[in-house]
């Protein structure tokens, strides 16, 4: 809460000194003539309304993780299956078979650990390395966007909190729209 506190307050000493910086330059005469939008980055991770690049380098990093997931899962099912037999026989078994299987388990449960730990280090490397070009891309495309409407700002509503922005501010939708027109998905788009 008071971390909210003091970003608003931070925003608002940043609005104050635009405001006043906007008045000096009034009184020059230099104002430029520029506007202020809003995008909602959010949005461009939706599945079927977002940016398409985004949905296909998912499904492509899905779809590569895949065995790693499926590896996973067997052991899972192969561990619940041991314990559950260690349970069932835990009162006839003898001593040391009984050992045997829980030292059998405590291994997989630790080879299950290290590949759960691994693969998702990979996942989010790999997921990094296919991602930053599109964001980077992105970023490019906004601030053509921009400078082809006049807009001098845009404010990401998504990383920043804002108290109220006017429905006709909000370009995500027309940004989104833009980008897709103009950075199309096809079957032969390979990932970056």
């Known amino acids: 809460m008071k971390r909210n506190l003091d970003l608003v307050g931070t925003l608002a000493a940043m609005v104050f000194g635009l405001v006043f910086s ?50 996973l899962e067997t052991l ?29 388990l405590d291994q997989m449960k630790r080879d299950y650990q290290r590949k759960g730990e691994d693969a998702q280090a990979a996942y989010e490397k790999r997921k990094k390395d296919i991602f930053t070009p599109l964001q980077d891309d992105i970023g490019k495309a906004l601030e053509v966007y921009a400078k082809s409407h006049n807009i001098g700002i845009i404010v990401d509503g998504s990383q920043v909190p804002l108290v109220y922005a006017s429905d006709a501010l909000d370009i995500t939708r027309a940004f989104i729209n833009d980008f897709n027109s ?3 998905v096809t079957a032969s788009t390979p990932p970056k």
């Open 22 to 71: 906007v008045q000096a330059l009034a009184q020059t005469g230099n104002v430029p003539d520029s506007k202020i939008a809003v995008v909602y980055s959010d949005a461009f991770l939706e599945p079927k309304s977002g940016i398409a690049r985004f949905a296909s380098l998912i499904d492509s990093l899905n779809r590569e993780f895949q065995p790693r997931q499926s590896e």
């Open 76 to 104: 899972r099912q192969k561990i619940q299956a041991l314990t559950d037999e260690i349970s069932k026989t835990a009162a006839v078994a003898d001593p040391k078979t009984l050992q045997m299987k829980s030292d059998q």
């Open 182 to 184: 103009k950075n199309p």
